[in-house]
């Protein structure tokens, strides 16, 4: 038996426990099992009297006894144990003690199965979060572990879980069990998995430890270096797989050799409004030298908002287009996409160069004309949304790709893209993000691309002055509003618009409204108002009422947060602002401050924000730096969060490593595959084998896409 072996043949375990922990837990092979990490440990040692148990504690543990069960109905009633009916249960409570006193458990959900566990007389640890009902300490839906669950040590992994997972009896203790019998079966002939240099150089303890002592840990100290050994080896190999990829293109010959800059450009350029900054010269000027050198180019465009990285995405397909290309250029939303569109249309009309749109609303005959146009080559420079990858989209040459706000494609999609390059050589790849990325996420999403920064801002940008006020200021944001306006400027004020409540954030979108033109009457006032429910038609009309000037004032919803240049706005209210996540604030923020005149950012803050929100606020208000914010949302927002939004985008998922946590790990690990890399770029010598051996782990070939053609 080794790692590859089908978990259903591990002990224990067969054909239909198998089942379920493919579908509910993604384990198909006992590597898959012994790769399930606890995400915490039951610590016997910091088990708490009842006695000392405060309602305000986070959570904590006690070790207790079952005195008592009883069975409530809806009404509140008992229901009488020995007719009992569980189909009218509606809560459970128990009463638990120990030697310093007495707290109630209770249960809403999975009843039957409790009550058939809780039997009085047995001992159980319990984890949660106390509170107090009625006058009485309890803990809701406490995790229930057996005292004994452990086999080993003080400290007990606990493992993720469902309730279908329990339901058919694969309990935490049965978990448990199972990886005790996986690592009896696989440690013994497991091999080790870095080369012993490494161990050595490193300072990490051998894979055979670490991977028992995750599991069960004699002591916090092993648990410590058996963590930071797997985090390590996740972390290194995944850095080692994206660099050697890099290191692979840059060295193969695959890549479209563009050698002239073209008339197109030069239209272009010469037509241009304003001066590029200096940071905008130089990235074209990266971006030239990529796309001429005979070599793939796979470059990540970083830039904050409004740092003009449209321009440079324009300038770069003219490149392709002036070479006999064509360019595409892939926006994450419909609306952005039609931004984009209108924009550089703009830009191309002294080129003579035709463009095009093609989004997910794009009608069928509009699209077969667009079909046609990009197979026979009269379009040079398409515009769209994930309509572009469509496997019905075929160019006559695509050679350049734009890809913007990156973050929220997966690099699946960068692939296809990569795909449609012509006779099987992949187009140069370019791709943009306005929200700055924190480092380490940047080194393992972008882990195998050039990277470009836009750290400059064009020029008469002034600094936005951000303060967070209550609704005691509401009077006040108003009279400030009117002054601005009696200056000659104009305003934003949006609100947010989440999912789930979606009706009730109209309602608060059209109040708002309401309220605005009550405190802005015509006619000296005008308001317009945009958000999701109104036609495009409807949409642009209001919009352009602001962008003329003819409104002063624009309640929206986030529709504008990508979008609207309007210079003349020096003041952006943000509603509710605490129901907003710090980027999305950021972006909201950089709509204004374009123009001359200084600029003023609002948070008007609802009555009940969280300790977490009005830190996010604060930050707004420190700080203009969107680096700096990105590196602190995602602080702030933690692991899960941010992982669990972000998953699809990494190009390996991690196991136990965290990108928001292990910042310094990631780094080491990044330096240090390098500095291998520097050595034996092919992973050739024979102290290598082991590592060029796990690259080629399905994980990491898959998502090798220069092998792709
Ligand atoms: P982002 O990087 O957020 O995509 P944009 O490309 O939308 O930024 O540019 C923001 C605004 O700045 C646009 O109105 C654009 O016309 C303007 N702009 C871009 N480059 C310059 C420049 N060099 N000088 C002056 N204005 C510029
Ligand atoms: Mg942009």
Redesign the pocket.
Known sequence: MNMDTAIQYLPGVGPKRAELLGSELGIATVGDLLHLYPFRYIDRSSIQPIGQVHPNHAYIQVRATVLKTRIFAKNGAELPPDKLKYNMASRLVATVADESGEMEVVFFKGIKWMHGRLLPGNTFIFFGKPSVFNGRLNMVHPEVDAPDAGTTGVLTGVYTSTEKLKNSGITGKVMLRLVGTALEEVLPGLSETLPEYVLREKGLVPLRFALRQTHFPVDQDALAKATYRLKFEELFLLQLSLLKQKYVRSRSDVGIRMSLVGEAFNDCYNALP????GS?KRVIREIREDMRSGHQMNRLLQ?D???????VAVLSALIAVGNGYQACIMAPTEVLAQQHFANVSRYLRPTGIQAALLTGTTGAAARREIHAGLEDGSIGIIIGTHALIEDTVQFRALGLAVVDEQHRFGVEQRARLWNKGSQGIPPHVLVMT?TPIPRTLAMTLYGDLDVSVIDEM??GRKPVQTLCVGENKRHAMHNFIRDQIALGRQAFIVYPLIFESEKLDYKNLELGYEEIVKAFPMPQYKVAIVHGRQSAQEKEFNMNAFVAGRAQILVSTTVIEVGV?VPNASVMVIESAERFGLSQLHQLRGRVG?GAEKSFCILMRGQKVSKESQKRLDLLCATENGFELAEEDMKMRGPGDLEGTQQSGLPVELKIASLARDGLILSDARGYAQHILDQDPALEKPVNAVLAAELRKDKYVTKDYSQIS
């Open positions: 304003y001066a590029l900054t905008q830039g908002v409004g740092s003009g990285k449209t321009m306005a064009p020029p240049d374009r």
